[in-house]
């Protein structure tokens, strides 16, 4: 934490001030909150704002109080906000909001109890308050509990139109409060993040930036992938139900403790939350009135994402489509980490995203579009660290220098989930070979596994060798011709194919180096009948270096965090084509960051053997990007 600037914050409300004049639309001098807001209870502030000194959970340098308000919808239900204000603030005096709206604020635990043994506001963003030293620097900060948890009525709705609806009631109340500038910024990671989103889709005047940390940019991909599920298809629907049923400090007050006990008198909120995951079918209405990503188009709220192109959990899928549909201005750190935060350190003390300055970039990015105030360093418009753990510097992303359409031909497999695979190479000699290690998918959005399984060892080596014999097993491979460069793979890579057959495709794309070792840096499932089939893998950064290959597998679902139903058909294919962006590194412009540690976690996890094998088509048709 920074020395703190005990004076620090009256000089920015000023700055504030000035700066907005004539610009926001939010009342000159808001009403107090009606009683019905403004109720709290005995065990905490009931006699009015509480400091760090009374409750030792209240952060140093603020007041807390707590507020009930109506959610936008007009279902009924009802909000709570915990609202940390500048301690010593002057009664008439107004700053501007820093606004986090999610499941994660309940007072006894943010997804399990914590061990507390008082009630008080959720630590869940204390990293952001100290790293900012927020308060002296002049912001509120609200944490708002989506319905159905904490201290908010109502029956959750996991990204849905009821959520929506919370959001846009959130930022117009934060908005309105008498001490409030009327500009709002969203801040938050995963869950929370993809709230931001939401903010950003709903386009509300009083939202000035968001800042969002590994969101989810569409809801349906975090728990089905092309009609395919995952593994916490039940497991995160039962992950939300217990939050919500998480029990409460009993010091809280009345309010707050009658309200955290919704799910008791109203049972049928968890049956239809777990319901709703099962719709396996993406163009449900279910689905679509979650898609984020389409929802983002033509909007312009500020935003700054953070993104691991590699990370297990809240993964880089339609992240390209939502940053393609939003129109307003971008800042962007993305690269090789998992599911992490911008300031996060590693036990040994690493950045684990490898840059320095997160708290720093996000205060600026808030001042300049909460307070008008031009920052005081040119920060780059995306810091992106590529599979070689180099930064560089971006206007946007991803910056694309050719986009090209390689033809891969055709080939069959048996869609068995790899049991064919295995039993062939039962025999081969290749030691530890053994059976797919499933997941239990018991996580939420905050707690996912950080890396999958290991692919069971020889696997791909042994797969190639069968299908030089001609044999027909659970996948085959199409080889490009090295590369005589090195050349980038960004954006969204898209395999399109034509089957006849029924069943399951997994789609991987490999890194293979000359001396026949070979990392799967890209893959994607898709339900599979005949005719022609279109899937869009996630979203990469990756660098092939001269001399490497470029290997794409098509197959049965044998690998990773699935739970196929495999067909067992032999599936025939013809006529793919694998369309990608490509850009060329060596007019890369550099910037400050060092590699992330987890890229070396991964590259132990995904690194196989896998020689190169005939080649049929060139990375670079023609060589020049």
Not at 62 to 76: A, E, I, K, N
Not at 262 to 269: A, K, R, S
Request: aromatic residues 8%.
């Amino acid at each position: 934490m920074r020395a703190r600037r005990t004076a620090a914050w009256a000089a920015s409300a000023l700055v504030t001030a000035l700066a907005l004049t004539g610009v926001l639309a939010g009342p000159a001098a808001a009403s107090a909150p009606t009683a019905a807001q403004d109720r709290t209870g005995p065990a905490t502030t009931a006699a009015g704002p509480v400091t760090h000194e009374q409750n030792d959970r209240v952060p140093e340098g603020s007041l807390w109080t707590q507020h009930y308000f109506p959610s936008s919808d007009r279902s009924g239900t009802e909000l709570h906000a915990d609202v940390l204000l500048p301690e010593g603030l002057p009664k008439k005096a107004k700053v501007p909001v820093i606004l986090s709206v999610g499941p994660y604020f309940g007072h006894s635990g943010q997804t399990d109890p914590e061990g507390w043994d008082h009630t008080g506001p959720s630590s869940r963003f204390q990293d952001f308050i100290e790293g900012t030293d927020l308060f002296d620097q002049g912001y509120a900060f609200v944490m708002v509990d989506l319905r159905g948890f904490g201290g908010s009525t109502g029956c959750l709705d996991w990204g849905g139109p009821g959520e929506q609806a919370d959001v846009k009631a959130a930022i117009d109340w934060a908005a309105k409060q008498s001490w409030s500038t009327g500009a709002v910024g969203l801040y938050g990671k995963s869950y929370d993040a993809a709230t931001g989103l939401i903010g950003n889709n709903l386009d509300q005047r009083a939202l000035k930036a968001v800042v969002a940390q590994e969101p989810v940019w569409d809801m349906y991909q975090y728990i089905y992938s092309n009609g395919v599920p995952r593994p916490n298809v039940t497991g995160t629907a039962n992950a939300y139900n217990s939050i919500a049923t998480l029990g409460q400090l009993p010091d809280d007050d009345p309010h707050y403790l009658a309200n955290s006990r919704y799910e008791e008198d109203h049972p049928e909120c968890l049956t239809q939350n777990a319901a709703g995951y099962r719709i396996a079918d993406q163009h449900d209405p279910f689905w679509t009135s979650r898609d984020l990503a389409k929802a983002a188009r033509g909007t312009d709220t500020p935003l700054f994402v953070t993104q691991g192109f590699i990370e297990n959990n809240t993964k880089p899928e339609e992240m390209q489509e939502y940053l393609d549909n939003h129109k307003g201005p971008e800042r962007g750190w993305v690269g090789q980490w998992e599911h992490v935060r911008g300031g996060d350190r590693t036990s040994d003390g690493r950045l684990s995203m490898g840059r320095e300055g997160w708290y720093d970039e996000t205060l600026s990015f808030y001042d300049q579009y909460l307070k008008g105030i031009k920052p005081a360093v040119r920060y780059p418009a995306y810091s992106v660290e590529d599979s070689t753990g180099a930064w560089r510097a971006q206007k946007t992303w991803p910056v694309v220098e050719r986009s090209v359409k390689l033809p891969l031909g055709g080939g069959a497999y048996v869609d068995d989930g790899g049991i064919s695979s295995l039993a062939a190479l039962a025999t081969s000699g290749l030691p530890e070979l053994r059976g797919r290690v499933k997941v239990s998918g018991d996580w939420d959005m905050e707690n996912a596994p950080t890396i999958d399984p290991a692919a069971p060892k020889g696997l791909a080596e042994g797969q190639a060798r069968l299908q030089s014999t001609g044999a027909v097993t659970s996948s085959f491979f199409v080889w490009s011709k090295a590369l005589k460069k090195d050349v980038r793979v960004t954006g969204t890579p898209q395999i399109s194919l034509t089957a006849k057959g029924k069943g399951n495709v997994m789609l991987k794309l490999y890194d293979v180096a000359p001396d026949g070792t070979a990392v799967m840096f890209d893959e994607q499932v898709s339900l599979l009948d005949t005719g022609r089939l279109t899937v869009d893998l996630k979203a990469t950064d990756w660098t092939l270096a001269a001399g490497h290959v470029l290997a794409v597998e098509i197959g049965s679902i044998r690998t990773g965090s699935w739970r196929d139903t495999p067909s067992g058909e032999k599936i025939q294919v013809k006529g793919a084509q694998l369309r990608l962006a490509l850009d060329d590194p060596s007019d890369d412009v550099a910037t400050g960051g060092a590699r992330s540690p987890y890229l070396d976690t991964y590259l132990r996890q995904y690194t196989v053997d896998l020689p190169a094998g005939p080649a049929s088509f060139t990375v670079v048709p023609g060589g020049r990007l």
